[in-house]
């Protein structure tokens, strides 16, 4: 079972809906989970962390965690072109000193 | 405020050339430094990482190094170029262990020709 897992997508979300990204992991003592975002040609961007159960709100973005479940998810509410990325999901695997990324979701927002 | 500088931005090199791509922080200190590559489609790939000064763990046996000469510089190198060895390679940072996540630098792009 691969470490962190993402749907690659491409995802295609009409302007103004809301775009779910989901993300699944393995190891159940992670504590730390983060969301980039990746413009293409570009670096990765950190846009949200969580680390407790449950939602996290910041502007149009929400992350959702769920342990028990091994599961974390971004919302990003009334989307629109400019949030066409590619978006990382990554989890501190609570071992060593390094996060494990995974391969990422490509979304499109469609205008 | 803190900031990582990569360099250079791009690059073309022929096979069987060394390589040595220099990434430094500022407005940190000890920090936890890490080398990425991100192949075309693939996702990001852990090269090395260092908790500190001469301190490197390499994740991918391959001919590429990493050294730490300074508190705030992280350096990849290579001495021979092998093709496989173009991708978009990211040097991140981060203080006190990945728990507060990681920042990247701008990238340098390599092409082995």
């Known amino acids: ?111 | 405020s803190q900031t990582i500088h990569q360099w250079p931005a791009t690059l073309v090199q022929p096979v069987g050339s060394p390589l040595s791509l220099e990434c430094t922080v500022e407005g940190t200190s000890n920090p936890n430094l890490y080398w990425y590559r991100q192949a075309a489609g693939r996702g990001l790939q852990l090269l090395f990482y260092s908790v500190g000064i001469g301190q490197i763990s390499s994740e991918v046996p391959q001919n590429l190094s990493a050294s730490r000469p300074q508190d705030r510089q992280f350096i990849l190198s290579s001495k021979k170029l092998l093709l496989s060895d173009s991708g978009f390679y990211l040097c991140a940072w981060s203080t006190g262990g990945p728990v507060l996540g990681y920042t990247f630098g701008s990238g340098t792009r390599l092409t082995v020709v």
């Not at chain 1, 103004?16 to 990204?21: R, T």
């Not at chain 1, 969580?50 to 502007?59: A, F, L, R, T």
């Not at chain 1, 609570?94 to 927002?109: A, Q, S, V």
């Open chain 1, 1 to 111: 079972q691969k470490e962190v897992e993402q749907n690659s997508g491409p995802l295609s979300v009409p302007e103004g809906a809301i775009a779910s990204l989901n993300c699944t992991y393995s190891d159940r003592v992670s504590q730390s989970f983060f969301w980039y975002r990746q413009y293409s040609g570009k670096s990765p961007e950190l846009i949200m962390s969580i680390y407790s159960n449950g939602d996290k709100e910041d502007g149009r973005f929400t992350a959702q965690l769920n342990k028990a479940s091994q599961y974390v998810s971004l919302l990003i509410r009334d989307s629109q072109p400019s949030d066409s990325a590619t978006y990382l999901c990554a989890v501190d695997m609570n071992r060593d000193d390094k996060i494990i990324f995974g391969k990422g979701t490509r979304l499109h927002i469609l205008p």
